[in-house]
Every structure is written in structure tokens, then in C-alpha cells.
């Protein structure tokens, strides 16, 4: 019996290893473009020379970048509100709703999660050049929306799925309106669901750059389609300062969901 712990614990700590191998090969290369952001050299070269906050006064001083910068936001913000109330209404229908084909209707929903994003961009492109979508901010709006909207729907399904609804029975009973019961009941009762939704809508929004690419325009980029054109022109270390306020914020929204649900 003893030789099993033994062996049980010798088997965590094989697991731990890996586990810390496999999550420090990940995390290494965003280590690295977040040093490289604070190196002073005009080139990609690491261990930097030197440190400077140069890049990201370059980042938010660039007409440029922060045009891009700004438009992802401004995109993101949309979608995120369109994907959370539609995914509500969508996850209302799917979850209560007893209708033929209602599997198939979730499928087709949650179908974006599944294709290749590549070939929905194309499909996209084609047509919104038909028209007149393409690079316009309706057109990219939409192109994220079909990205993100599952997502939200997963989130708020699940929430949905877990919740009593004899309280829902109950404001009915008391006299309470159908719009007022979601109002004052169900949404309250899912507001972790719907702040999951509206993390990673946001978050599907403002890291998407295949789709983006296809939809941007001279005049109109978001920043991870700006981190790629000046990719493919220049090594300039403002790539790395734009690279890291992605990882940054993607971060600080995914630190801020699990605060939210600890403190539950």
C-alpha cells in the first residue's frame, strides 16, 4: 500500500512537470515579444540592448496605429453588445423552446466554431464585394458577429440549462409580466453567463485577424491586420508594443472572468 502512494506521488510530479514543460513552451514566445516591445534597438534583437518606453509612445502618438487601435475597439464594443443580446435570444429559444429542427438550428449556430475560418473569410469577402459590405464597418461588424455569436450562445445556454424556473413560475404567479420576469429574473439569475459571453465575444472580436483581413480597406484596419501589414514591410519594434497591448488586454479580461466567478 505504501509503494502505491509512492508511486501515486511520483506520478503527480511527472504530471506537474509536463504540465509546467508544456505551459512554459506557450508562454515563452509571448515572454519574448513583450521584452522586445521595452528593447531600445529599431530591430527585433534579443536579449535588447537597452529598455525604452520609446515604441509605445510611437504606438499611441501614430496616426496610423492608433486609427487601427480604435477601430478594433470600436468593432469589438459592437459586437460584443450584438452577440450578447442576440445570443440571448438565441439560447432563450434553443434551451425553452420545443420547436422541430431545433438541433439543427443550434448546429447551424454554432457551425462557425467548426469551419475553417479561412474559408468563411473567403465566403464573406465574396460576398460582401457583391454588396458593397466589404471594408466598410457594417461589414466587419458582421464578419466577427458570426465569429463570436457562438460563443456567447454557449455561455448563455449553459447558464440558462442551470437555472430553476419555478423562480420565472413564481413573478408570473405574482403578477409580473413576461418581459419583467427576464428582466428582473432571468437576467440577473445568468448575469455570469451573459459577462462570460460578453468576455469572449469581445475578446473573438479583438484578436480575429483572418477575417479582418479580408474585410479592411486603406482606410479602414484594425489593429491586428495593422500588426500584419507592417509585419510584412517591417521589423520595427512598435509591432511588438501593438502585439503586447493584444496579449495585455486579453489578459486582463480573462484575470477579470475568474475574479468574477470566484467571488460568486
Known sequence: M?????RLGAMRWVLLA??????LFLLLPIAFIVALSFGDSQWLIFPPPGWTLQWYQQLFTDSGWLSSLLTSAKIAVIVT????TIGFLA??????????????????FLTPMVLPVVVLAVALYAFFLRIGLNGTLVGFVI?????????SIIAISNSLESFDTALEDAALICGASPLTVKLRV???????????????????????????????SPTLQTLPVMIWSTLRQDLTPVIAAASSLLVGLTCVLMLAGAVVRRAR
Open 2 to 6: 505504501l509503494l502505491d502512494f509512492d
Open 18 to 23: 509536463i504540465g509546467a514543460a508544456v505551459a
Open 81 to 84: 453588445v450584438l452577440s450578447v
Open 91 to 108: 439560447s432563450l429559444a434553443l434551451v425553452r423552446g420545443r420547436f422541430r429542427g431545433r438541433r439543427i438550428v443550434q448546429a447551424f
Open 143 to 151: 464578419g466577427h458577429l458570426i465569429i463570436a455569436l457562438p460563443f
Open 186 to 216: 432571468t437576467l440577473p439569475a445568468i448575469k455570469l453567463g451573459l459577462f462570460a459571453a460578453a468576455i469572449f465575444s469581445f475578446l473573438a472580436s479583438w484578436d480575429e485577424v483572418v477575417v479582418s483581413i479580408f474585410m479592411a
